[in-house]
Nanobody, 125 residues
Framework: QVQLVESGGGLVQAGGSLRLSCAAS????????MGWFRQAPGKEREFVAA????????SYADSVKGRFTISKDNAKNTMYLQINSLKPEDTAVYYC??????????????????WGQGTQVTVSS
């Protein structure tokens, strides 16, 4: 199995920046794709960004493209989400996710089986 733990969330002003981290443990060598999802109060969980195991391929939701950057450090078994130009609408719990299957489903926004517990991002106006 794989364990995912998010960190780095907090309260920031609109226009500010934040860097989220997702530390993975367990069968990290089996994580074919990883990604970020978020869920705002009263809304469904939505896809944010995903990254291929090698870090060479990434995908983003249109709403965050140009502001968010996903990356990973395989040596540290850690995935990151750099968030710039934060907007109040970015307020949500951000979740780390991974798919162990050799598939590009997560790259297209469909989550894998494993989730972290989430980290809260709150953007004030």
């Amino acid at each position: 199995q794989v364990q995912l733990v998010e960190s780095g969330g907090g309260l920031v002003q609109a226009g500010g920046s934040l860097r989220l981290s997702c530390a993975a443990s367990g069968r990290t060598f089996s994580m074919y794709t990883m990604g970020w999802f978020r869920q705002a109060p009263g809304k469904e969980r939505e896809f944010v960004a995903a990254i291929y195991w090698s870090g060479d391929r990434t995908s983003y939701a249109d709403s965050v493209k140009g502001r968010f950057t996903i990356s990973k450090d395989n040596a540290k078994n850690t995935m990151y989400l750099q968030i710039n130009s934060l907007k109040p609408e970015d307020t949500a719990v951000y979740y780390c996710n991974t798919d162990l299957r050799i598939t590009n489903r997560l790259m297209r926004g469909a989550p894998g089986e494993y989730w972290g517990q989430g980290t809260q991002v709150t953007v004030s106006s």
